[in-house]
Structure formats: C-alpha cells, structure tokens
C-alpha cells in the first residue's frame, strides 16, 4: 500500500485519471482473486448455518445487542471517520501550504502520495505494537490511545496551516493499525464462525455509510467545483473536531461497563479451561 500511493502520487503529476486507470485493472485483479475463494469444511462446526442472505445479516444485526460488541462497533465507526476526515482533506490541505521550492498545487498530489505512503509504514508500526500495547493498557486503553491520536490529528490540522502537520499526518494509518487485532479478538469468540465474515463486513459497510453520511453533510454548505478556501477547510475541520470529541466522550462514558463486562466474560473463559 506504501508502494500504490506513492506510485499513484507519481501518476498524479501526468494526470489524476490515471490513478484510478490504475486502481481499476488492480481492483479487477482482486476480483479475480476473490472469486477463486473456496469456504473450507468445518467439521468441528455443529450450528446450522443459515442459507438465506438475509437472515444470516439479521442474525449478525441481532448479535448488536451484545453491549461489548455494540460498543466496539460504534467506537470502531468514529475511530474510521476521524482517520477518514484526515484522508480526505489533507489534499486540500497541502495545496493550501505555502512550501518553499515546490508549487503545492502543482505538485499536490506527489507530496500526497508521499506523505499517505510514510503514513503506510506508520500503520506497519502500529499493527507491531498493537499486541504488546494490550496486554499493557487493555481493550479499552488501546482503544482510548488511538481514539486520542486521531482527534489529536484532526486538531492539529483544524488550528492553523503549517507543514509541521504533515509530520503528524505520517501518524494517520497508526491509531487504525494499532486497534485492528485487539479488536478482532474481541470479537471473534462472540461471533460463530458461521458469522464472522458477514459481522466484520456489515461493520465495514457501516463505517463507509456513516463517513460518507459525514462528507455530505460537511459538503452541503460548499459551492460545487469551487476551491476550498483556508478558513472553509479550518471551518470543517474544526466543527469534525468537536463532533468527534462529543462522540468519543459520550462512548467512553460507558467504559466502566465494558470493562466489567470484558472481565467477566475473561474469567469465563478462564473457568471453561481444562
């Protein structure tokens, strides 16, 4: 990924369709690949699986009702939206800068390209650290570091212009890479294998619909084709910004609960050992 966007970087300079010439024969390529998937045989697996698409999304919309589950699923949504806003207006937000020997509006979708594929091996050293960062801090101190390290970002590039923020960008793919496997344990013995996939990719849909449901709404009040000025861009930023913190505060509000009930379920398992 490192790679892709450094080369789609590079593409940009010659002509931004290029970049998505390229990305389509790759997407065409996963779909390839995908379409060869075969579902292995279980044979441990005793639970009917449901045939029907339908009732096999209700059923993993029902497992919801799970409060760790539900909890980590919102959780997990505002953490997408904040690293997404971040993704999404640092382009804008170069152009903007005033850089010396570089002409940002010209040369905008190379240091794009540049600073998303340093932000890459960042997600590299987040995903390193994610496990011996929760045995240290826990589920919920792992998920409270990233979630601070995103609005962090977020605020960094909300108070001014200045090419420091790029540095703190490179951080973008952390905060993600360091929660991605503490979270899939959670979820993972709360889900039946039967499940597992539809639950993460409904959880995917939803990060998407929400982040999207977020970029129309911050969009509404722009003139179409027109370039975002500084205090429009800092404007947006900053209303995300509080958006976030309001979310991040009322979720972490019931951390007391999850804890409990991460213990408890622990302790069960504990017991259910031979």
């Excluded at 002509?15 to 390229?22: G, I, M």
């Amino acid at each position: 990924m490192a790679v892709a966007t450094l080369a789609g970087g590079l593409l940009g300079l010659i002509d931004l369709r290029l970049a998505y010439v390229f990305s389509l024969c790759s997407a065409g390529l996963m779909l390839l690949l995908v379409w060869r998937f075969v579902e292995p045989h279980h044979a441990e697996e005793t639970i009917a699986v449901p045939q029907s698409f339908f009732i096999v999304v209700w059923s993993c919309i029902l497992r919801l009702r799970d409060p760790v589950l539900g909890w980590i699923f919102l959780v997990v949504i505002v953490l997408y939206a904040l690293a997404h806003i971040v993704y999404e207006f640092y382009q804008p937000y170069i152009t903007l800068l005033q850089l010396p020997l570089l002409q940002p509006s010209e040369h905008a979708p190379l240091i794009s390209g540049l600073v998303i594929s340093v932000s890459m091996f960042g997600g590299a050293l987040g995903a390193r650290a994610s496990i011996p960062w929760q045995a240290k801090l826990g589920l919920l101190g792992v998920l409270a570091v990233a979630m601070a390290i995103q609005l962090g970002l977020v605020a960094a590039m909300a108070i001014a212009l200045s090419p420091l923020v790029l540095a703190l960008v490179c951080l973008r793919n952390f905060p993600m890479a360091l929660v991605h496997a503490p979270v899939r344990a959670a979820i993972a013995p709360r889900i039946t294998r039967a499940q597992r996939a539809t639950y993460l990719s409904l959880q995917g849909l939803a990060e998407r619909l929400v982040f999207a449901l977020l970029l129309l709404a911050l969009a509404s009040g722009l003139e179409k084709g027109a370039a975002i000025a500084e205090s429009t861009l800092l404007g947006i930023l900053a209303s995300t910004l509080w958006l976030g913190l309001v979310s991040a505060l009322l979720l972490f509000a019931f951390a007391g609960r999850m804890r409990r009930e991460l213990h408890a379920d622990q302790a069960s398992l504990e017991k259910s050992l031979p």
